[in-house]
Nanobody, 124 residues
Framework: QVRPVESGGGLVQPGGSLRLSCVGS????????VGWFRQAPGKEREFVAA????????YYADRVKGRFAISRDNARKTVYLQMGSLTPEDTAVYFC?????????????????WGQGTQVTVSS
């Protein structure tokens, strides 16, 4: 199973913005929902956002709602996470996950395919 690849992480000041990308290499990537998760040091991995295979439905954790936006470009096999108004509490490794139910119209089912993660650090 080929993993998706995340990129776009880095160091940003509080209040700043970053855009993460998740690129899928498999031909079926565009058929599945994709989710973003994050894990801060000493904490469990938590859900951040998800998007259905066709981009119509999106879901967000309460703590990022209104600040983050998930989108996808199926022609490029890429899912984006636009992050804004970042705070130190957003510091974490961000992971991309490919769902395990093809053409799911609503909701998100976590799959087994995870990327290696990209570090986001929010600090002045």
């Amino acid at each position: 199973q080929v993993r998706p690849v995340e990129s776009g992480g880095g160091l940003v000041q509080p209040g700043g913005s970053l855009r993460l990308s998740c690129v899928g290499s498999e031909r079926t990537f565009s058929s599945y929902g994709v989710g973003w998760f994050r894990q801060a040091p000493g904490k469990e991995r938590e859900f951040v956002a998800a998007i259905t295979w066709n981009g119509i439905n999106t879901y967000y954790a309460d703590r990022v709602k209104g600040r983050f936006a998930i989108s996808r470009d199926n022609a490029r096999k890429t899912v984006y996470l636009q992050m804004g108004s970042l705070t130190p509490e957003d510091t974490a490794v961000y992971f991309c996950n490919v769902g395990n139910v093809a053409y799911l119209e609503a909701g998100y089912h976590v799959g087994d395919s995870w990327g290696q993660g990209t570090q986001v650090t929010v600090s002045s």
